[in-house]
């Protein structure tokens, strides 16, 4: 009686799970584990840091000023290694002429696409470096005002402008918790512009940056 209930028990049970072979289970295993890894890469972050631009006019009878460099991110994983990052990020130079009190302020706004490699760590290390290298689009804006020429123009306005760019660097992340983290850094930022912007077309120099780490925990 006892066999007959058994032999019934494996009767019932879906061909398709008594078909799978060890490798298509193994399969099965490796793909849940790339899903979970992809999901732990994802994070959001924002940077703050130097921008030293080299090479800028400076003209006599003019002061300068910049501020820090600001940048916001999206990253999603493609495997345990690598993970592909958007950006955006802010830099703007003010001019003034100090006998006729012209100004004119320059905004940089990088777009970048990156890939960003960890090459000996996983995201389950709570500190890992990382190397990093991308390209994109720019936006810069030049804003003048009409009390006289600060760079180059005597008349006031705003004008939008494209141009393109790319970067690199290195840094490491460090791990708080399950959810946020540090990051520090540094690289180097090219930017071309199709038209002059504050009297310039290219801005490039050195980043240094710092900056905190959001990771989804869904």
Known sequence: MMRSVILFALLL??????????????????S?????????RRAAGLRSGTW??????????ATYSTIPAFEGYLQRGLDRH?????????????ARNTSTGGRSNSYVIPMMTSLKLYPATGPEDNL??????GVGFTLGIDDRDDSGGVLGGTTGGTALLLGLGAKGGAGIEYRLGPAFGLTLGGGYQYVRFFEQVGGERTYR??????????RFQF
């Open 128 to 133: 890992e470096p990382f190397v990093s290298a």
């Open 205 to 214: 120099g050195l980043q240094a940056f710092g900056g905190l780490t959001y």
């Open 32 to 40: 849940v584990r790339e899903a979970e890894v992809k999901r732990q």
């Open 13 to 30: 049970q879906p061909a398709t799970s008594m078909a799978q072979s060890p490798k298509e289970m193994l399969g099965d295993s490796i």
């Open 82 to 94: 690598l993970v592909i990052e958007t950006s955006a990020g802010f830099w703007y130079r003010t």
């Open 52 to 61: 030293r631009v080299s090479g800028l006019t400076e003209l006599s009878g």
